[in-house]
């Protein structure tokens, strides 16, 4: 027992030279520095233009073009995956998808400018697919033979389901509930809620990108070639121009590509699936979009009203609110912004409810999150100004009314984007990799907390993504199945709830623990007065402050 602790204890002990060679050589290591590891920054230093540091206009307008190209990836695929299964035809698909990319153009201006204030694009949420299914596949609906009037009450229902979530949203938000459950969050808590806001979304990634190698390979492949400036190494440019505007670049390449394959027929004897994912002329967008449309409210009808849908959207929403806050926090991160206050991210959730109400006021059949994907493209160009988000809120407002314009971009193939979203949603998950920095991991207690979250956080959705939600449930209202299936099948809803039970439970036992988690640092950010740069970074504008005090 005695030699193991001498063992552990070998590399701290110092010991005398019986021959004096320690002392004769006591001088020259003192002239040799000492390896220190790197320092801990409480912003992220090497973002060229922050929040407050807007770049020249010609820049920001193609930076927030290329947020705007982003948001196109979800914008269509998801009125792409419950269109068709409502009875809709590709005219249907095309006004719901102009009418959710002029809803997530407002929404993001409102959020930059009265929300969190950080440089997040607000969009349509994966989340509240499995709600809405369950609308689409109810049993009053199958009486209706007509596809399109079934269409029309599905998007009724759903719009009835939004608008109730919406203040359900509005609520928790606005009246500062989501801030009492925030405030508790730690450096080591926010690790798997960051983290799984990236992870949860891999099967947007390499899955979509296989569904057409051809394409999607080479796209990562000419990504990546381009991040690790092998261009500007050959070329000899010194400015960040092939690295800053790679998602343009990388989209145009291989957007010619896919098009010189169409055009060389080489899809025309492949299956369905294959033509749909490789060519550039099967989304139908382009023929039956209209050159103007300006969505109008309650465009498919009044909205319809039932409890358990109503209640099954309100947990898809609370996971939005999951991936929401992750997603502000990776944005202040890469926006060299100081850790968002509780108060600030329940009032951006609030916003995130006036979201979902024009979602179901105008009828574009999803709620609203912040952007993963774009959250990651401010890493990646090192530009997290709050101007270029409301430049790329402004091209998607412009061509949602303008349909041809927006249709010919939004008609990239999915592999394309699928390829980007790669590297975009490891950028995100290593924004949550990064407050590692502030924990002490040479503690067991912080081990334990990281490795079970972030196990869990894989194993739990994956139980119910391949058993449960398959599974018949005979007397179990439909309603119930989604909630519980919405919320357990949610990766960083289940990392988020076991890193903060562990960590409020286990590591804040003393003042050591607490120490260990940086918890005594980062509660200088959880009132929002606290700290000077909470206010030089999320104030509100006209001083509404003064009418609308944080807290």
């Known amino acids: 027992m005695s030699q193991d602790n001498a063992a552990c204890n070998h590399a701290s002990a110092v010991t005398d030279n019986k021959g004096g060679a320690t002392n004769k050589n006591a001088g020259a290591a003192k002239k040799v520095e000492e390896v220190k590891p790197h320092a801990v920054h409480e912003q992220l230093p090497g973002v060229q233009y922050c929040i407050l540091s807007p770049p020249p206009w010609r820049e920001a307008v193609l930076l927030g073009f290329q947020h705007y190209l982003l948001t196109l990836g979800v914008t269509v695929l998801i009125p792409t995956i419950l269109v068709p299964q409502m009875g809709g035809g590709v005219a249907e698909k095309t006004r719901v998808f102009q009418t959710l990319l002029f809803v997530s153009g407002i929404s993001t201006f409102l959020q930059s400018l009265f929300g969190t204030r950080l440089p997040i694009v607000v969009v349509g949420s994966y989340t509240y697919i499995v709600p809405i299914t369950s609308i689409i596949h109810a049993r009053r609906y199958n009486s209706y033979t007509d596809p399109y009037e079934r269409f029309i009450q599905t998007m009724r229902a759903i719009q009835g389901a939004l608008i109730i979530t919406a203040c359900f949203q509005m609520a928790i938000g606005f009246f500062g509930f989501w801030r009492n459950a925030v405030r508790f969050l730690s450096p080591l808590s926010v690790v798997p809620y960051i983290t799984f806001t990236g992870l949860s979304l891999y099967r947007f990634g390499f899955p979509m990108v296989a569904e057409c190698v ?62 749909n994912n490789c060519r550039t002329d099967r989304a139908g967008l382009i023929t039956a979009a209209p050159w103007v449309y300006f969505p109008g409210f309650f465009q498919w009808g009044p909205p319809t009203f039932n409890a358990g849908e109503a209640l099954a959207m309100i947990a898809a929403s609370f996971v939005s609110f999951f991936e929401y806050t992750g997603t502000c926090y990776a944005a202040a991160r890469y926006g060299s912004a100081t850790p968002v206050p509780p108060s600030v991210i329940s009032r951006g959730a609030g916003w995130v409810g006036v979201s979902a109400l024009l979602s179901g006021v105008f009828g574009s059949i999803t709620g609203s999150t912040a952007s993963v994907e774009n959250a990651g493209l401010l890493a990646l160009t090192k530009a997290g100004s709050r101007r270029v988000v409301q430049i790329s809120s402004g091209f998607m407002i412009l061509f949602s009314i303008f349909g041809k314009v927006g249709a010919f971009f939004a008609s990239v193939p999915m592999p394309i984007i699928a390829a980007l979203y790669c590297v975009l949603f490891g950028y995100v998950s290593s924004g949550g990799l990064g407050f590692l920095q502030f924990c002490n991991l040479n503690n067991f207690r912080t081990k334990f907390v990281l490795g079970f979250s972030f196990f869990l956080g894989l194993s739990i959705p994956q139980y119910f993504t391949e058993y449960y939600h398959v599974k018949e449930h005979r007397g179990i209202p439909s309603w119930l199945n989604d909630v519980v299936s919405v919320m357990l099948m949610s990766h960083t809803t289940v990392a988020a709830l076991v890193g903060f039970v562990l960590d409020v439970t286990l590591s804040r036992e003393d003042d050591c623990a607490r120490k260990d988690i940086s918890l005594q640092w980062w509660e200088r950010f959880s009132l929002y007065s606290a700290d000077v740069k909470n206010d030089e970074f999320y104030s509100l504008p006209c001083r509404l402050d003064k009418l609308f005090p944080p807290s």
């Open 214 to 275: 051809e394409i999607g390979l080479p796209t990562l492949v000419v990504f990546c070639s381009m991040l690790m400036q092998y261009l500007n190494r050959y070329i000899g440019i010194k400015k960040p121009i092939y690295d800053r505007y790679s998602v343009l670049f990388t989209v145009t390449i291989a957007w010619l590509f896919a098009l010189f394959l169409t055009s060389c027929t080489v899809y025309n004897h492949k299956s369905e699936s294959t033509q």
